[in-house]
């Protein structure tokens, strides 16, 4: 968490207006979640709390972003628009929701969450319902990543090492792809 945490999480997406970069910074003493142009200029903060806001997510139409947040007392998943208004609380459970990637096709969003005692990856609708759990064995590295297609979601799993797996977003087909007795992290397909 704490990595994740420190690093600078950034997410691009064609918009009308051009293409724009989410990123979580703590610039202002705690994180929060801003945009810029590729070229690092018109930077705008989105979320501005005394919490921590991270990991932020693009939908693929561009209008909305899910991104992770510990403003209601410990991480959850929300989403907001591309300008930070409309902000909405996805999850609501004791436990931490992090990670959150939204399918291709924009009708899942897949996210990591600890509510079952390990870290496991789950999906829902972009309005919080109609939650499923995925995996069933500790899985970390980062976020869960989507084929471009949506027909598999790769993802790290602690299953002994961490090595990278992939599955299909109902959770059946599992394949391990590495096994080099070494810590894989944060899977991310080619478009």
């Given at each position: 968490?704490?990595?994740?945490?420190?690093?600078?999480?950034?997410?691009?997406?064609?918009?009308?207006?051009?293409?724009?970069?989410?990123?979580?910074?703590?610039?202002?003493?705690?994180?929060?979640?801003?945009?810029?142009?590729?070229?690092?200029?018109?930077?705008?903060?989105?979320?501005?709390?005394?919490?921590?806001?991270?990991?932020?997510?693009?939908?693929?139409d561009g209008t909305r972003i899910a991104f992770a947040s510990e403003r209601d007392g410990n991480g959850e998943i929300y989403t907001m628009r591309s300008d930070g208004t409309d902000v909405r609380r996805?999850?609501?459970?004791?436990?931490?929701?992090?990670?959150?990637?939204?399918?291709?096709?924009?009708?899942?969003?897949?996210?990591?969450s600890d509510r079952d005692g390990d870290a496991e990856v789950y999906t829902m609708r972009p309005d919080g319902t109609d939650v499923r759990q995925l995996t069933r064995n500790d899985v970390g590295g980062g976020p869960p990543a989507w084929f471009p297609d949506g027909t598999r979601i790769a993802f790290v799993s602690e299953r002994g090492d961490a090595e990278t797996y992939t599955m299909r977003p109902d959770g059946t087909d599992v394949r391990q792809l590495t096994a080099?007795?070494?810590?894989?992290?944060?899977?991310?397909?080619?478009?």
């Open positions: 968490m704490q990595d994740a945490l420190s690093a600078q999480f950034a997410a691009v997406v064609a918009m009308a207006d051009g293409p724009a970069i989410a990123f979580t910074s703590n610039r202002d003493g705690d994180f929060e979640i801003y945009t810029m142009r590729p070229d690092g200029t018109d930077v705008r903060q989105l979320t501005m709390n005394d919490d921590r806001d991270w990991s932020p997510a693009w939908s693929p996805l999850t609501a459970n004791h436990r931490l929701d992090w990670h959150p990637a939204w399918s291709p096709d924009g009708t899942r969003i897949a996210f990591t080099n007795n070494e810590r894989d992290c944060c899977p991310a397909w080619s478009p």
